[in-house]
Protein backbone atom coordinates (compact mmCIF):
# COMPACT_ATOMS: atom_id res chain seq x y z
CA UNK A 1 0.00 0.00 0.00
CA UNK A 2 2.80 2.48 0.91
CA UNK A 3 4.55 1.79 -2.14
CA UNK A 4 1.31 2.39 -4.26
CA UNK A 5 0.71 5.59 -2.34
CA UNK A 6 4.26 6.80 -3.39
CA UNK A 7 3.73 6.29 -6.70
CA UNK A 8 0.71 7.77 -7.09
CA UNK A 9 1.80 10.82 -4.77
CA UNK A 10 5.56 11.22 -6.81
CA UNK A 11 3.23 11.06 -10.76
CA UNK A 12 0.85 13.42 -9.33
CA UNK A 13 3.73 15.61 -8.43
CA UNK A 14 5.51 15.32 -11.37
CA UNK A 15 1.95 15.97 -13.53
CA UNK A 16 1.50 19.06 -11.20
CA UNK A 17 4.99 20.77 -11.81
CA UNK A 18 4.98 19.95 -15.77
CA UNK A 19 1.27 21.75 -15.90
CA UNK A 20 2.79 24.69 -14.01
CA UNK A 21 5.54 25.14 -16.15
CA UNK A 22 3.18 24.92 -19.57
CA UNK A 23 0.79 27.25 -18.04
CA UNK A 24 3.48 29.50 -16.56
CA UNK A 25 5.46 29.42 -19.47
CA UNK A 26 2.57 30.81 -21.46
CA UNK A 27 1.06 33.26 -19.64
CA UNK A 28 4.33 34.87 -18.74
CA UNK A 29 4.16 36.30 -22.71
CA UNK A 30 3.00 39.93 -20.95
CA UNK A 31 4.67 41.15 -18.11
CA UNK A 32 1.40 41.94 -16.33
CA UNK A 33 1.32 38.44 -15.28
CA UNK A 34 4.51 37.48 -14.21
CA UNK A 35 3.59 39.07 -10.52
CA UNK A 36 0.07 36.83 -10.16
CA UNK A 37 2.04 33.56 -11.98
CA UNK A 38 5.09 34.15 -9.06
CA UNK A 39 1.34 34.30 -5.95
CA UNK A 40 -0.05 31.40 -7.53
CA UNK A 41 3.19 29.76 -7.50
CA UNK A 42 4.07 30.64 -3.85
CA UNK A 43 0.43 29.40 -3.10
CA UNK A 44 0.79 26.24 -4.64
CA UNK A 45 3.80 26.07 -2.49
CA UNK A 46 2.55 26.68 0.43
CA UNK A 47 -0.29 24.17 0.22
CA UNK A 48 2.09 21.56 -0.30
CA UNK A 49 4.05 22.49 2.74
CA UNK A 50 0.81 22.59 4.33
CA UNK A 51 -0.15 19.05 3.49
CA UNK A 52 3.33 17.55 4.61
CA UNK A 53 2.96 19.35 8.18
CA UNK A 54 -0.91 18.23 8.58
CA UNK A 55 0.23 14.51 7.17
CA UNK A 56 3.11 14.53 9.96
CA UNK A 57 0.27 15.52 12.88
CA UNK A 58 -1.64 12.78 14.75
CA UNK A 59 -1.38 10.07 17.11
CA UNK A 60 1.60 8.45 17.65
CA UNK A 61 2.11 4.24 17.09
CA UNK A 62 0.89 1.94 20.09
CA UNK A 63 4.36 0.59 19.43
CA UNK A 64 6.34 4.12 19.83
CA UNK A 65 4.60 4.54 22.85
CA UNK A 66 5.34 1.34 24.56
CA UNK A 67 8.58 1.79 23.67
CA UNK A 68 8.97 5.18 25.51
CA UNK A 69 7.80 4.20 28.21
CA UNK A 70 10.07 1.43 28.53
CA UNK A 71 13.05 2.98 27.99
CA UNK A 72 11.80 5.61 30.41
CA UNK A 73 11.89 2.96 33.24
CA UNK A 74 15.34 1.51 32.29
CA UNK A 75 14.24 -1.48 30.46
CA UNK A 76 16.35 -2.55 27.99
CA UNK A 77 13.48 -3.26 25.08
CA UNK A 78 9.75 -3.26 24.67
CA UNK A 79 7.36 -5.68 23.11
CA UNK A 80 3.49 -5.90 22.20
CA UNK A 81 1.13 -9.23 21.09
CA UNK A 82 0.31 -9.24 17.78
CA UNK A 83 -2.47 -6.58 16.66
CA UNK A 84 -5.21 -9.22 15.82
CA UNK A 85 -5.17 -11.15 19.42
CA UNK A 86 -7.04 -8.89 20.50
CA UNK A 87 -4.65 -7.52 23.61
CA UNK A 88 -3.70 -3.99 23.72
CA UNK A 89 -0.20 -4.45 26.48
CA UNK A 90 3.05 -3.21 26.86
CA UNK A 91 5.80 -5.08 27.48
CA UNK A 92 9.09 -4.30 29.00
CA UNK A 93 11.88 -6.72 28.20
CA UNK A 94 15.40 -7.18 30.13
CA UNK A 95 18.47 -8.13 28.20
CA UNK A 96 17.67 -11.78 28.06
CA UNK A 97 14.44 -10.30 26.21
CA UNK A 98 12.03 -11.95 28.75
CA UNK A 99 9.27 -9.61 29.89
CA UNK A 100 9.74 -8.02 32.75
CA UNK A 101 6.59 -5.52 33.71
CA UNK A 102 3.50 -5.12 31.64
CA UNK A 103 1.01 -2.50 31.19
CA UNK A 104 -2.43 -1.99 29.50
CA UNK A 105 -1.81 0.73 26.31
CA UNK A 106 -5.45 2.02 27.87
CA UNK A 107 -3.39 3.34 30.67
CA UNK A 108 -0.78 4.63 28.50
CA UNK A 109 -2.58 6.63 25.82
CA UNK A 110 -5.40 7.95 28.39
CA UNK A 111 -8.10 6.28 26.77
Known amino acids: MGATLTVVFLSLWFASIM ?11 SPENVSR ?3 ISAGATLLLLLFVVI ?4 TRPDSLICSEYCRGRGYDTSGM ?31
Do not use: F, I, W
Not at 88 to 108: A, F, K, T
Open 19 to 29: AGYVTGRNREV
Open 55 to 58: QHQG
Open 37 to 39: TAL
Open 81 to 111: PPADSGKRLCYCLNSNGEPVDSVDMDRLTGE
